[in-house]
């Protein structure tokens, strides 16, 4: 099984699975998938796991990992779980630079997001930021991903 990325700020996540992890997230975005945390909840501890390692780089990685997160959803919620708009698909791959409202809900945590902080970040930790600060409203964890990603080292 592929090695899942993991971020510290999400450290209770990954020990208890009852959140859905951002990796998991990014790679039902990449494939279409908008995961419930009702419908990931209704998956067995085994199946979580599996999402969690299952690698969806590659065309038949993404195919085979959008038919074991379909099937299981059907098995476990008796219906299959909604599909991404194309759009919404896309914010899988981080943009090339920090979006507006990212870069406010930065600065209003005090930390200053430009063009070279935001090339220095991996596309991991992109997608991390823009799911957690560019919607209107920002993520409790938005606070710990930047001081994670963006604290001296």
């Known amino acids: 099984m592929a090695v899942i990325r993991k971020f510290r700020f999400e450290t209770e996540i990954y020990r208890t699975l009852e959140r859905i992890p951002l990796g998991v997230r990014r790679k039902c975005d990449r494939v279409g998938i908008k995961l419930a945390l009702e419908e990931w909840l209704a998956l067995g501890i ?4 599996a999402l969690c390692h299952l690698p969806a780089e590659s065309a038949e990685e993404q195919e085979a990992f959008d ?3 379909r099937e299981a959803v059907r098995r476990h919620c008796g219906a299959e779980p909604a ?6 698909r896309a914010l899988a791959e981080p943009p090339s630079e920090p979006p507006a409202q990212l870069i406010a809900h930065a600065r209003a945590e005090g930390f200053s997001l430009g063009r070279a902080q935001w090339e220095r970040l991996d596309d991991d930790q992109r997608y991390a930021l823009v799911k957690l600060g560019a919607g209107a409203k920002p993520s409790h964890d938005l606070r710990a991903a930047l001081e994670e990603f963006l604290a001296p080292r």
């Open 46 to 49: 085994g199946e979580r796991l």
């Open 67 to 69: 038919i074991f997160t």
């Open 83 to 88: 599909r991404l708009a194309e759009e919404k």
